[in-house]
Structures are given as C-alpha cells and as structure tokens.
C-alpha cells in the first residue's frame, strides 16, 4: 500500500492510499506485509522468547532510520533488512497461522494496471535477501547472464566418491503439513520444501585435457539436419558438434526441424546464438554458417547414421566416406551417438556444446529474463512441466479420464502421424506401468502430499493444455497461483514468438532451469534436457515423479481399498526421498537387455552429466 500527497477540494494537501496487488504469502512476504503495517514480529522459536521490536526513527528523513541492533545501518523507515534476514532463520510455524489469516487479502496478486498489463510493482529485489537463504552454491546460469569460468584445477576423483546410480535420501516431511502444523518448525518446513539437495561439492569440470589439440585441416562437411522438438534437436546438435570432432569434419550450422508435428519455420539463428556457437567451438571444430559457393561440383551423400553409434563406427565407417565424398549430410541427429564409453574429451565437448555454446538468441533470453522476474516477484516458485498436450497424449496412446470423443481424437491423430511406428496401444496398460504423463489432477494431489500450500506459485511450463482451463479445474481448486508465460508477459510481448513453437519451448526451458523447484509430469525430451542442465548448474532441486507409485496410490483411494488419506500422503512422500536432485551416477542399461534396446535403455547423457562433466571439489582447498 502506497500513500501519494493530492491536492483536496480546499486547495490542501490530503494524502490517499492507492493499493498495489499483494503479492502471494510466503515467508518473504510475511515480514514485508508485516513492515508496511508497523507489526512487531514474535518468533516462537528463540529458547528466551525474546521479542524482537523495530521502531521508526524519529527523523523526518527517509533514510535516517536505524534499528537498536544496528545502529550503524541507514535506510528509509520498516523493518531493518539485516535484521529481516536473521530473522527469518527464527521463524516458526506462525508462518502458517499467520498465512491463513492473509489468504484473503492476496487473493488479488496478480492485479491488472489500468492499460491492461500486470503490474509487477513487487520487484525481485524485495524477494532476494530471503530467496539467497534458501538456495545453496550454485553455477550461474548462461541464459540470462554471461557465463562464469566453471572449472576448477584441484579437485578429487569421481568415482571416490560417487560409485553407484541411486540418490541419497533426503530430509522431508514426516508427517505432511495438509493435516500437521505442531510438529515442526517453519523454517524447517520451508528448507523441506524449497532447499536444494547437498551438492557434494560437485562442479562442472569440462575443459578438455592438455594434450587437446585445435582441430586439424577439414577432410569435407558435414550437413545436419534435425529432427523433433527443442530438446531432442539441442541434444541431436551436441551429438553432431562431437561426430564432427571424431571425423575431422566441418560443421555447417544445422537446420532446425521445419516438418515434424509442429510445423515451425524457426531457423537456428530465431533459437540460438550462431556466431556465439561458432566462436565458442572454435577450438574444437570448424562451423560455418553455409557451404561456400562454387562447390556444387563436389559429391554428396545422405547417410542415416546408427542409433546409439560408438567411437569405432564414426572413425572406421563413416569418417572413410571422405575418400570418396566431400559433403556428407545427416539426415536425422537424435540419439546417433552412446551415452556412455566415450573418450573423456569427446563427452567434454558435448558437454560444452551443450551448456555453453548452445546458448538460446538474445531475444529468447531477454524474454526469458522476463518471465523468471516476473514469477520471482511472487516469491520461491515451482516450474511444472504439465506435459498434458495433445501431441505427447496422441504419442503415448493415454487416455486416462478423457471422454470417449477425445479418446477417438488421439487415437485419429497417432493413426495420421506416419513417424509414430506404434499405432494400437493399451491407454490402462500404459498408465499402470508409469509410462504416462501424470494427469493435473494427480500432478494436484502430488504436490499436496509433498506439502506445497495453496499460495505457492506454479509456472506452468507446457504448450496448450489437452481440453484447456477445464482440465486444469482440479488442479487449480488446490492451486490458486497457477502461472504462464501467457499469463506472466502481454500479447505484444510474446507477438514475436507466436506460432513458432520451438522458441516458445525455449522460453519454457529458461523459467524451468531458473526455478526454484523443477517438477515434470513426464520424463520427456524437455524434462530430461532441464534436468540434466540443473543438474550441471549446481544439482537444483528437481522432483522426479514416481508416476507408477502414484497413479497406483490414487487409484487405491478411487477403489475405496484406501480411505485414510494421511497414509497415502505419507506413502508418497517416502517414494520421493531420493528423487529430488541430488549427485548420483548416470545410470546404465536395463538389466536382461541386449544390442539395440540394451543401449537405448541407459540413462540419457544429457539427463545426468555426471561422472563425465563433473567433478567434487575438494573443500579443504578452498575455492
């Protein structure tokens, strides 16, 4: 609430109150919500119950106000900020009792200006001095700032350290906070549910060895073009950038997919930064942004290369295609190239062609800067990735609580779609076994049970929503701060990115790797690709969904097999104690698998870059 000075009937000056949205309850806002209303702050859990009591200063002057703890420090009159940021390891659970009082006056958080727009008055420098205590060391982000030098020269082996496939478990709720609020601190509740896994120390350690040599004189080029959506085609482009290294090969700047279910006419330089991704592989491959002119007597060749191909397929098959070829061209890029058993160098590069030089174009990161602002002004936020779109439903053949008229839609489309190889699937058998996406409504009672409050912003990172508002009816009966890029930024705004897409994934993916909490309903190309990259950031908190437990879970209550809901709460909550994030191994094949299959059955090496790309600091040297 702001007071502005007018001008009354009778020529005096009378002050009125104009109001600006408040924005969601969080603990951050408790004490901000507090300062403006001149409330002293009681915390429950100091063993001398000692009151801490701020007062204004009696000068007139606006930032000629100080505290008794500090006197020393200056600023305009409120709540002291150092002495807001000791107090927030203080807080109890009045947190909660004091957040139900004030749901009804921030159920306007997202008020609109007079023009139209939104009015962002809460800007993120009120939120940070609380969100910094809640986040852990982590690495700086390349989308929405310059990159840091990541690396470091001392550090200990891996695999002494980390020596198998499986999280630890981590702290969370005993009881979930829907039906407790006497057994556990505030900000104990709060570390549960937004304080990042331990990282172990672990940091990005991509530079290449130093018997790494520039690249040697070109033997032909190499021509991509791509296949899929955002992520598979990132992932295909770092594929290539390494196949390019292994056969001496100048790489052509790849053509984005313009055929796939989308439709998108993007070319690399509307979604990534070209001369970035040139000058930054410099030392490592040659890339160019078209084949020069006068080569069109040279020969050519379109060559599908193997699925999942090692080191010794490129270099005995493919790069012998030079004697007698000069431009080869790729016709798909995804998954051409092993998770696992590569040189260190080679599994490097990908590494750096994918979390350095693969960096989004300007405008997609401005926009995304944006969008991470404007959701950190209401405070910590999860980024859910509802991957409930028409597309991804019609591929996994799940129809789960569809009506029969959309069931028949999506089977119409899978049918329709030539490149979908699986045509007649068993919606009931998929879901059972967890390979659909969870519903919003499950999405729903999940974060519930994890304890996720009724005022927690949710970004929802996802294209159209299968059945629009409606389906999301169940979702937003629990969650009131359901947010979007089209709800977050104007039509103007996101003019540019209309009906491509692949950059409004992009922008998805920017909110996404920037949350506080990363959660997908599926285990898609994007949820793999973010998790992977917060992963190397720093091992962000991201919860992995165990959609089998779950949906089984909720299908016990639906039966009526189970009608204390407390138990299925706490059932969940156990089955996520080791999917939040933290430093494991990447995961092999499937047992009992063989050739091909085995292969694709390992975990993805853009999903977990770790043993390859990170490496544990040892603390006791320092930084």
């Known amino acids: 609430m702001n007071t502005n ?7 005096e000056k009378k002050k009125t109150k104009t109001h600006i949205r408040s924005p969601p309850v969080t603990m951050a806002n408790v004490f901000l919500i507090s300062s403006r209303n001149r409330r002293s702050l009681r915390t429950s859990t100091d063993s001398k119950n000692k009151n801490l009591t701020l007062k204004r200063s009696e000068s007139s002057s606006d930032n000629n106000y100080s505290c008794k703890k500090h006197p020393k420090h ?23 009792d004091y957040s139900s009082s004030m749901t009804s006056s921030s159920s306007k958080n997202v008020a609109k200006t007079q023009g139209g727009d939104i009015n962002y008055e809460k800007s993120i420098t009120e939120q940070s001095s609380t969100r910094n205590l809640s986040r852990p060391e982590t690495i700086e982000s390349p989308f929405i700032s310059s990159p840091k030098e990541n690396e470091i020269q001392n550090h200990r082996s891996t695999s002494e350290h980390i020596n198998n496939t499986h999280e630890l478990s981590q702290p969370h709720f005993v009881t979930s906070p829907s039906f407790s609020k006497n057994t556990t601190s505030g900000i104990q509740d709060f570390d549960k549910l937004w ?18 040599i520039s690249p040697l004189e070109s033997r032909g080029y190499l021509l991509v073009h791509t296949n899929g959506g955002l992520n598979q085609m990132r992932a295909g482009i770092c594929d290539m950038v390494a196949i390019a290294r292994i056969i001496n090969a100048t790489l052509v700047v790849p053509e984005l997919d313009k055929r796939s279910y989308w439709q998108d006419t993007s070319k690399f330089s509307d979604v990534f930064d070209e001369d970035h991704f040139i000058s930054t592989l410099s030392k490592d491959i040659r890339v160019i942004k078209k084949l020069p002119k006068g080569i069109d007597g040279l020969t050519k060749v379109v060559k599908h290369f193997k699925s999942y191909s090692g080191l010794r397929y490129y270099q005995n098959e493919i790069a012998t295609m030079w004697d007698e070829y000069k431009v080869i061209r790729a016709a798909k890029s995804d998954s051409r190239l092993v998770n ?46 509802l991957r409930y779109e028409k597309d991804m439903l019609a591929f996994s053949g799940c129809n789960h609580d569809l009506s029969a008229s959309e069931a028949a839609e999506l089977r119409k489309i899978r049918k329709n779609t030539a490149y979908w190889k699986v045509k007649d699937i068993d919606g009931r058998v998929q879901r059972l076994k967890g390979n659909c996406p969870l519903t919003p409504k499950e999405v729903g009672v999940l974060l519930t049970a994890l304890g996720y409050g009724p005022n927690t912003p949710i970004y929802i990172a996802a294209g159209e929503i299968y059945g629009g508002e409606s389906r999301l009816a169940s979702l937003g009966s629990r969650f009131n701060m359901l947010m979007s890029k089209e709800k977050l930024a104007t039509k103007e705004e996101l003019k540019p990115f209309m009906n491509h897409s692949t950059q409004m994934a992009a922008l998805d993916y920017i909110v996404s790797v920037e949350s506080d909490v990363f959660i997908p309903s599926y285990s898609g190309n994007m949820a793999r690709a973010v998790e992977g990259h917060r992963r190397y950031l720093g091992h962000r908190k991201t919860i992995s969904p165990d959609r089998k437990g779950i949906v089984r879970l909720i299908d016990r209550v639906g039966r009526g097999a189970e009608k204390d809901n407390r138990k299925v709460y706490e059932r969940i909550i156990e089955i996520h104690k080791t999917r939040q994030g933290s430093p494991r191994r990447r995961k092999g094949p499937a047992s009992g698998t063989k050739g091909l299959e085995r292969l694709r059955s390992e975990e993805s090496f853009y999903e977990n870059p770790l043993p390859d790309c990170l490496c544990q600091r040892d603390p006791s040297r320092g930084r």
């Not at 990908?350 to 969008?371: D, H, N, P, V």
Request: hydrophobic share 30%; with cysteine.
């Open 5 to 11: 000075n007018n001008i009354g009937d009778n020529g």
């Open 195 to 212: 304080k990042h896994p331990p990282n172990r120390h672990f940091v990005p350690c991509v530079n290449p060895n130093p018997n790494y």
């Open 340 to 385: 696992n058993g590569l040189p260190p160098d080679i599994q490097k590069l990908r590494c750096r062609a994918c979390y350095e030089a693969l960096r989004f174009s300007t405008k997609i990161r401005s926009m995304g800067q944006i969008l991470v602002d404007r959701m950190r002004s209401y405070g910590l936020y999860i980024a859910l990735h």
């Open 74 to 96: 200056r600023q305009s009159p409120g709540i002291c900020s150092l002495c807001l940021t000791e107090s927030l390891s203080k807080l109890s659970l009045d947190f909660y």
